[in-house]
């Protein structure tokens, strides 16, 4: 098949390699021309494990390739995916001015029938904007259909390979017959594809999104209970998680969540329920728990080292807002480096890749370290912020003897309390023992 998909972001290009991996051939178009050279040289501007490898095969096999002109895409492809940015906006709803601009680009450009796919998170009744402006500017025969992407940074390759399931939205025969064509290689192993109206898909991404949100921010209120009355939120965990209905995923009590997703499709989610007169009062709540959950460790610090703290070295471990991915949107770490700025302590930061993308948010106004070691010299503390496979198990005692003092500040659980005691750490989890005991 000929596909195209506009925008080389996270999701259009893991879509558009991923689609040219099962032999398709597909252009992805960008107006960002410094992104594109560095794509055709089979470089990826993201850090996404496996795709870079993807990205080079598909080039040299000339199923993928990359342009600027979308008319020139539009009119040489039969399905044209849009992968583009919804941010958000000052009220909290989507940003669909991108959407809305090429889709009125794609009205001007089709030369016959074409499937116009939404891969963009975007709010209930966009595929209708979309459609309607569409054929304000052609007669030609067209589709509009929902098709909302569930990939994981950090695992996307194998979400788009492998998934769990395809939601595809559509009143037309016509083009749920070729999505499904489309999808085939995908569903081999009899992973569902989901067939609905284009409103229910739209909405069913915002309300996974909002619901796994949901997860984690209950699970941080039972770990902020669990400090007041002497429980082990990993224990409750443990034995909430083995309940079918509830499942382990997303009960890792922490910092609160960040990223690219989340915090924009609950607060969209909570824009839509307010233009419709709906008080989405669970979803208000989430959005207040995650904003004061960012800021746990910052009081567990505060309380440690009380007038103390102003002037001290702390090292961090961690900036992006979940391993393996450099994106640092909403990321906790910017939100604990902010407060502890504004408290005058100095942070000696690592990352194993985002490091330039935290620059480009906080600048010089702290310390990048080489390594995560190298981040303890002359630190009196250590904040554990992201997960990385790498800071799980450290040299304990290599840590203590860099540290000016024994203090560990674990804001993902990833260490045992009573491994840090037993090895002369001060320790302060989330919602284990209490905290801060030797």
Known sequence: MKLSVVGTGYVGLVVGTCLAESGNDVICVDNDERKLRTLRKGESPIFEPGLTDLLKKNIAEKRLTFTNDLDAAAKKTDIIFLALPTPQAEDGSADLQHVLAVA???????????????????????ADKVREIIAAETKHDFDVVSNPEFLKEGAAVSDFMKPDRIVVGSSSQRALAIMQDVYAPFVRTGNPMIVMDEHSAELTKYAANSFLAT??????????????????????????????????????????YGGSCFPKDVSALLNTSRVHDYPFAILDAVENVNRRQKLVLVDK?????????????????????????????????????????????????FDPVAMDETKKKVGDSIKYAPGNYEALKGASGLIVVTEWNEFRRPDFDRVKALLKEPVIFDGRNIYNPALMREKGFVYYGIGRDGGGKK
Request: aromatic share 6%; proline share 4%.
């Open 104 to 126: 009125k680009k794609l009205g001007k450009a089709i030369n016959g029938y074409k499937i116009i796919v939404n891969k963009s998170t975007v709010p209930v009744g966009t």
């Open 215 to 256: 997860k984690i921010t209950f699970m941080n209120e039972i770990a902020n209970l669990c400090e007041r009355v002497g429980a082990d939120v990993d224990l409750v965990r443990k034995g909430m998680g083995s309940d079918v209905r509830i499942g382990q995923p997303f009960l890792f009590a922490g910092v609160g």
């Open 301 to 349: 610090i505060k309380k440690h080292y009380g007038a103390g703290l102003k002037g001290k070295t702390l090292a961090l471990w961690g900036l992006s807002f979940k391993p393996n991915t450099d994106d640092v949107r909403e990321a906790p770490a910017l939100t604990i480096i902010n407060a502890l700025l504004e408290l005058g302590v100095h942070i000696k930061a």
